[in-house]
């Protein structure tokens, strides 16, 4: 086990206090989840926010299945399963704080940038990873990274969320 989850949720907190000392004013900053378990490690980083600073950062959850590269290929199959995206508020001229589990190749975060875009202009986007396993194949860097898990190729990270599958633990598989 990589990480358990009192490990997890210090690491949330911790991250909120990153993002709480680089951001001088919280205003124009929202928080974007990649869906599934980016948009509850977005929402436990708004309520941390909210601890800290006093400050209800809006908090929305993005689903980027249609964006994927890979969608034509085996992993996500010829019926792909659309989940809702929820992003209730303008994301034009804010600072957006773009959320999700594991960083890998970079593609899936490449779809949320497009996706994103789609909804507006934000002023910045910035990338919050809980876990950074390296192998990139894009040129993308996480500003806010929980824990950075060396992996090889054929190993899988499995972050497990309470609101997603009863219980938080990080864990890397064959």
């Known amino acids: 086990m990589v ?3 009192e490990q997890v949720a210090r690491t949330i907190t911790r991250i909120a206090h990153e993002v709480a000392e680089r951001h001088r004013t919280f205003d124009d900053l929202a ?3 990649i869906r599934t378990a980016g948009a509850p490690i977005a929402r436990r980083l708004s309520d941390e926010l909210r ?4 400050v209800r950062v809006p908090t929305g959850a993005l ?11 085996s992993q996500v199959g010829p019926q792909p399963i659309l989940r809702r995206t929820d992003v209730d508020f303008s994301i034009d001229d804010r600072r957006i704080l773009l959320v999700d589990d594991v960083l890998y190749t970079g593609r899936t975060i490449r779809a949320a940038l497009d996706a994103l ?3 507006g202009r934000p002023r910045a986007i910035e990338l919050v990873v809980l876990v950074d396993r390296g192998h990139r194949e894009l040129p993308i860097k996480a500003d806010y990274v929980g824990k950075i898990v060396p992996t ?13 599958d009863g219980r938080d633990e990080v864990v ?3």
């Open 3 to 5: 990480m358990a989850a």
């Open 31 to 33: 928080l974007v989840g």
């Open 51 to 54: 601890g800290i600073t006093g």
């Open 63 to 73: 689903d980027i299945t249609l964006y994927r590269d890979d969608l034509m290929r």
């Open 117 to 119: 875009i789609d909804f």
């Open 152 to 164: 090889s190729p054929d190993e899988s990270v499995q972050v497990r969320l309470e609101e997603v």
């Open 172 to 174: 890397v598989e064959r």
